[in-house]
């Protein structure tokens, strides 16, 4: 859905827009083809290893304006205000964790290769999820792969993890993978791996990612030009929820008042959907990209 990323971003080439989620830099590029001489681009990722491999994949080409900042988006007003920037015209976020962050076994996100038990994206600060793993209550574990994980066998998935951990320090992928796995009594013909739901969960609460996706929602929300645009690609329903409640509390509606009339009620700024349902993936590209079976894309107009 690149193309319907950047066709809802773009609504003036010379315009300022920001990509919180620079990963391999395909949507960044893609965007830069259609920025002019005086547009910028101010990319962001926690992740150090994104902004090298942009960087080189952006090189120094002539056109606009490029800032890339290795920081947390849930910081971007900060680092915005630092580099002078006030409003902008587009902020795009594309969720989640990179195709190179899972495909690297050292990274630690992947249930299917052994590596570290690490997933955190920033890797020069935070607790990692061995650190998790091994120090959280039996409580605080099944909660968050219940809450994050949606997985029904939390409680048992825990309370695995925390026999297991008393006899040895849980270290790498493959040997929680198959903790989770006996603990849900393996396979058993499943079409995805029993630890899928587990993995996700213990990398969104390593990354603390939707109060990230919250503060940033709510510190850029008031630095949109009027028409900018807020363009949000999400993989996960509480993803996807969060999104969406935001901004239907700033999406303009009436409330019909006792004495007769009515009376506007939104939070500032009002924005618009520009589509009334999310995006969803093209057959297409469900069969060609697995990850794009859960995407959904959320857009809206700021200042209407
Ligand atoms: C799905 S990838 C983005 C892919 C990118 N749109 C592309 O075209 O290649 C998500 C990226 O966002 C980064 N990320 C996730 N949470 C972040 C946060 N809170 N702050 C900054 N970057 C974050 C990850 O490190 C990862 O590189």
Same mark, same amino acid.
């Given at each position: 859905?690149?193309?319907e990323c950047?066709? $809802?971003?773009l609504?003036n080439?010379?315009?300022?827009?920001v990509?919180?989620? &620079?990963? +391999? @830099?395909?949507h $960044?590029a893609?965007l830069l083809?259609?920025?002019g !001489?005086?547009g910028?681009?101010?990319?962001?990722?926690?992740?150090?290893?994104?902004?090298?491999?942009?960087?080189?994949?952006?090189g120094?080409?002539?056109?606009?304006?490029?800032?890339?900042?290795h920081? +947390?988006?849930?910081?971007m007003?900060?680092h %915005?205000?630092?580099?002078?920037?006030?409003?902008v015209?587009?902020l795009?976020l594309?969720?989640?964790?990179s195709?190179?962050q899972l495909?690297?076994?050292?990274?630690? =996100?992947s =249930?299917?290769?052994?590596?570290?038990?690490?997933?955190?994206?920033d890797?020069t600060?935070? *607790?990692? $999820?061995a650190?998790?793993?091994?120090?959280?209550?039996?409580?605080?574990?099944?909660? #968050? /792969?219940?809450?994050?994980?949606?997985?029904r066998?939390?409680?048992?998935? !825990?309370? !695995?993890i925390?026999?297991a951990?008393?006899?040895?320090?849980?270290?790498?992928t493959?040997?929680?993978?198959?903790?989770?796995?006996? !603990?849900?009594?393996g396979?058993?013909g499943?079409?995805?791996h029993?630890?899928?739901?587990a993995?996700?969960?213990?990398?969104?609460?390593?990354n603390?990612e %939707?109060?990230? #996706?919250?503060?940033?929602?709510?510190?850029?929300? @008031?630095?949109?030009?009027?028409?900018?645009?807020?363009?949000?690609l999400?993989?996960?329903s509480?993803?996807?929820?969060?999104?969406?409640?935001f901004?239907?509390?700033?999406?303009p509606r009436?409330e019909?008042?006792p004495?007769?009339?009515?009376?506007r009620?939104?939070e *500032?700024?009002?924005?618009?959907? /520009?589509?009334?349902?999310?995006l969803?993936?093209s057959?297409?590209?469900?069969?060609?990209n697995?990850?794009a079976?859960s $995407?959904k &894309?959320?857009?809206?107009?700021?200042g209407?």
């Amino acid at each position: 859905m690149r193309d319907e990323c950047i066709d $809802a971003l773009l609504t003036n080439p010379d315009g300022i827009y920001v990509d919180g989620t &620079l990963g +391999n @830099g395909g949507h $960044a590029a893609a965007l830069l083809e259609r920025l002019g !001489a005086r547009g910028t681009l101010v990319g962001f990722d926690r992740d150090i290893e994104a902004i090298e491999r942009v960087r080189m994949r952006l090189g120094t080409k002539p056109g606009a304006h490029v800032e890339l900042v290795h920081g +947390n988006y849930a910081d971007m007003a900060g680092h %915005l205000d630092r580099l002078g920037i006030g409003s902008v015209d587009g902020l795009l976020l594309d969720l989640g964790v990179s195709s190179f962050q899972l495909d690297v076994a050292e990274r630690g =996100f992947s =249930f299917q290769q052994d590596g570290p038990l690490d997933m955190r994206m920033d890797q020069t600060r935070g *607790e990692t $999820a061995a650190d998790l793993v091994n120090h959280a209550g039996e409580q605080e574990l099944a909660e #968050i /792969i219940f809450r994050l994980g949606e997985d029904r066998d939390a409680r048992r998935i !825990a309370r !695995a993890i925390v026999e297991a951990r008393k006899k040895a320090w849980i270290g790498s992928t493959l040997q929680l993978a198959g903790i989770v796995e006996q !603990a849900k009594g393996g396979r058993r013909g499943r079409r995805t791996h029993p630890a899928t739901q587990a993995f996700q969960a213990l990398r969104m609460a390593v990354n603390e990612e %939707l109060a990230g #996706i919250e503060a940033v929602l709510e510190n850029m929300v @008031g630095r949109m030009v009027k028409g900018g645009r807020m363009v949000v690609l999400t993989f996960h329903s509480l993803e996807d929820r969060l999104v969406k409640q935001f901004f239907t509390r700033h999406v303009p509606r009436e409330e019909s008042l006792p004495q007769g009339g009515v009376r506007r009620i939104v939070e *500032e700024p009002p924005v618009r959907w /520009i589509w009334k349902k999310p995006l969803v993936a093209s057959e297409a590209e469900q069969l060609t990209n697995p990850r794009a079976r859960s $995407a959904k &894309l959320r857009a809206v107009e700021v200042g209407v």
